[in-house]
């Protein structure tokens, strides 16, 4: 998310000061609606293209178990609309439409595929496409860090991106078809840092479909990338979006998940000093239902109308708003409000990722009643096997494994430790971590945890992260930032955490935790983390962990 113009400083101009003041005065009251009746299609008209000749070939990698089999089309298809309006100097282009009673979605070819959602119940265009680094979808991130060195103007490392990059080039396009109601697309992503059309070996490929007032995206992304290097978990945009427009953003971090409790809001403002807006950072945060709306404004009936995203794993998200002095609501505009899933991911060099989700316009009440009524996992249970690979899990500061795809049953997890300046290399500080959920302390006090284990230990730690909690620490500078993100304050890891005696003989053992007994048990688990004793000597490099099973069921039950 480096890419995006997150100023913290910025300078009000007169004309939009009274506004802005109203605004954070009012905070969580206030919404907004479009001064301007943005067409959705300006000049559309039918438009013919020469097809492609080659079907894309399909990962050998499976598809998760489900309904949907991410099938491809056996012929391509024109792009049967072309909208004229200008955006930076240049025309959308052809399009592929589907229209509802209150939404119209449009596919957009020189995009990548992006979408653009337009509400007819508030008569906007949704989402933001000044340049080619906004819009919305899934934007992926690698090492080194050192990638876009050579790049004049983003510092983003290695980085497709759905639309393309900051040259203004878009995604090569591969595919375009329709099948079983959905807009097919597939895409080679650019280096978004660079600007000379450098297309990395990454594969965008997105199926969209429009059901009445919900889009609903899924995706498949391939990545054949000739840089077989080992890169650390690095925090992925899986899905974001661009709302165009200064909007508050409304979510659900308390601890009763799934009962339609009081959501949080957030106009994004931290304060405003002398004339200078400060913004709220892009500190990311876990939230205990998988959504996060933006207030678009109001619906017919009265109150607040939103834009939802959503998807099974949306536990760890940010907002922030850009160019807020701009105050423009357009899709072509500066402004912006942006929010995203932020889920970690070791984004392996053959690696296939199945990624859906969902956004929703409408209130509150329809949004989260949507999102309730989907699967989602409401205990802790990891086996990491050759299908599930790690399973959501990643490695922090210093380790390697036999990266995903997974050959055989297992995570295998090399300790390598690392160097702090002016100290010895050391693999104290590695640590495994589970993905973010939301499993209520109430329905389990006990995990299994099945591993083969070869070190100098003999003790190991599991700690826990509750709802509200900063794992680490906050900025002290952002109060109401802080106050909204992270209700319960700072984690005292030292307080959740549970010691355990581990056999450091290289041979498979299953552990029994319980952490019932621990006062700080409570309210909603969002994270684990398998870690070493907090003080201690150096552990040099050599470690190994390989784990069969973290969650609530014996393994050797099963």
Not at 54 to 59: E, K, L, Q
Not at 539 to 545: K, S
Request: with cysteine.
């Amino acid at each position: 998310m480096k890419k995006r113009e997150t100023f913290t400083l910025i300078k009000l101009t007169k004309k939009t000061v009274n506004v802005l003041i109203c605004l954070l005065l009012l905070h969580f009251k206030y919404t907004f609606t479009s001064a301007q009746n943005n067409s959705p299609c300006v000049g559309c008209a039918e438009i013919n293209f020469q097809r492609y000749a080659s079907r894309p070939t399909d990962p050998n990698t499976n598809p998760p178990d489900g309904p949907f089999n991410y099938p491809v089309p056996a012929n391509q298809t024109d792009w049967p609309g072309y909208n004229s309006k200008i955006i930076s100097g240049k025309p959308v282009g052809p399009v592929e439409v589907q229209e509802s009673g209150v939404l119209r979605l449009e596919v957009r070819k020189e995009y990548g595929g992006s979408i653009q959602i337009y509400d007819k119940i508030t008569q906007q265009n949704l989402i933001n496409f000044q340049d080619l680094g906004r819009e919305s979808g899934l934007s992926s991130y690698s090492g080194p860090d050192s990638f876009s060195d050579d790049a004049p103007y983003w510092k983003t490392g290695y980085n497709p991106l759905q639309a393309g990059d900051a040259g203004d080039h878009p995604a090569k396009l591969l595919f375009h078809g329709n099948i079983d109601g959905y807009v097919y697309t597939k895409y080679q992503c650019n280096s978004w840092s660079h600007i000379d059309n450098r297309l990395l070996e990454f594969y965008y490929e997105q199926w969209v479909k429009l059901d009445g007032n919900k889009v609903h995206v899924k995706t498949r992304l391939t990545h054949q990338r000739p840089d077989k290097t080992f890169y650390r978990a690095y925090s992925q945009e899986w899905p974001f979006a661009m709302i165009a427009g200064v909007r508050s953003v409304r979510f659900y971090n308390g601890s009763r998940p799934f009962t339609m409790d009081q959501t949080s809001a957030s106009n994004g403002v931290e304060r405003i000093v002398n004339g200078t807006y400060i913004v709220h950072q892009l500190t990311p945060f876990q939230i205990t239902e998988p959504w996060i709306g933006t207030i678009i404004g109001a619906n017919p009936g009265g109150g607040e109308r939103l834009i939802a995203m959503t998807c099974s794993d949306f536990y760890h998200t940010t907002y922030n708003i850009n160019a807020i002095h701009s105050y423009d609501f357009s899709e072509d505009g500066p402004t912006v409000t942006y929010s995203s899933n932020a889920p970690q991911y070791h984004l392996d060099s053959d690696n296939t990722w199945y990624r859906d989700y969902s956004y929703i316009v409408d209130n509150e009440k329809e949004i989260r009643t949507y999102v309730y009524s989907q699967a989602r996992k409401d205990k802790p249970d990891f086996a990491f096997t050759k299908k599930n690979g790690r399973n959501g899990w990643y490695i922090v500061d210093g380790g390697h494994d036999q990266k995903e795809p997974f050959q055989r049953d297992n995570w295998t997890v090399t300790y390598d430790g690392k160097a702090d300046p002016g100290q010895p290399i050391s693999a104290r500080g590695t640590k495994l971590l589970s993905p973010w959920g939301s499993w209520k302390s109430s329905d389990f006090n006990t995990v299994y945890l099945k591993m083969r284990y070869s070190g100098p230990e003999k003790q190991l730690r599991v700690n826990w992260l509750l709802d509200g909690q900063a794992a680490n620490g906050v900025d002290s500078n952002y109060p109401n930032q802080n106050a909204v993100r992270f209700p319960r304050g700072v984690r005292n890891i030292s307080q959740q955490s549970l010691p355990f005696n581990v056999i450091n003989d290289g041979q498979m053992h299953t552990y029994k935790l319980t952490f019932g007994g621990n006062p700080l048990w409570q309210g909603v688990i969002q994270q684990f983390e398998l870690t070493h004793n907090f003080e201690g000597p150096v552990i040099a490099p050599g470690e190994i962990v390989e784990m069969v099973y973290f969650g609530v069921n014996n393994p050797d039950n099963q």
